[in-house]
């Protein structure tokens, strides 16, 4: 095996395929921090209470389903609905072969600045930033429209951030920008320092609160009658017809599992049944290995042993 540094997250790959083949279970390790500490946690748990062995994959979301769908790949961490709706819906209501589990971790999503930019220059809601003079204000090119972190490249949230600008009609005066997202957290740590303005599409739970003092922009409440997003793997005419003219909807985070571990490895699978954590735990894991930059396994040690009880209610002791 290896390790291969992902965004600054340790995951471990698989140098040829019979090395995956050999474990009892293969989970996946999306390239985010909470994600990756979740599968680090959950190697651990099975490898030390149930005697199994078992290997990390990284992947994205859409290979890490298709991987549990055909049985390669056993788990994903943190599945984010309805941002991941269209991969939950093939794979568990249509195809049947992956199981979500029910204790969800509620989540919001918006558009972030800092809180002193939000005061300086009045920037409080989302229609701020059709007004063509304070989008300027987020110009780091010279061009004299505005910039914004929209996310991660190929993200489903990505998506709709785009859909979400052409809707409320800010993508005739700001630019979206899909980067890594640790070019984004430097980008702003460097805003922050120049006292520049910065924005960016943000959520929580999520380590970058701890670090800076963020506001989310106002925005009309979510409106399920208008909401309508269609992902470019399902339409090539996706932005034409998609509409999201109101905020995210409360989203929430999910494990999923692959449907065969009930019969091939049913303690496995009871335990991803039972697993529960809060959105406070997933902050503080993502605070851990981005901010404290801990090593994801020895995290996942140290936080196995100081949650003794939680991990004893997973596996139904």
Known sequence: MKTLMTLGVTAVVSMTGSLTQAADLVLGVPAWPSAAATSHILKKVMEDNLGLEVALQSGTNAVIFEAMDRGSMHLHPEVWLPNQQNLHDKYVNENGTVVQNQHGVQATQGICVTKDTSEKYNIKSIYDLTNSEKAALF?????GIGEMWAGQPGAASTTVEKIKAKSYGYDETMNLLELDTPLNWAALDAAVKADKPYMFSCYTPHHIFAMHDLVMLEEPPH???TWKVIQPTDDAD???KSNADSAWD???LYIHYAKSLEKDQPEAALLLKNFKINSDVLADLSFAMVVDKKD????ADEW???NSELVESWLGQ
């Not at 110009?139 to 061009?143: L, N, R, S, Y």
């Not at 994801?296 to 995290?299: G, K």
Request: charged share 35%; no cysteine; glycine share 4%.
């Open 139 to 143: 110009d780091t090119d010279g061009d």
């Open 223 to 225: 409106n399920a009658q």
């Open 296 to 299: 994801p396994e020895t995290l």
């Open 250 to 252: 409360d989203a929430y």
């Open 238 to 240: 996706w932005l034409a």
């Open 304 to 306: 196995v042993e100081e």
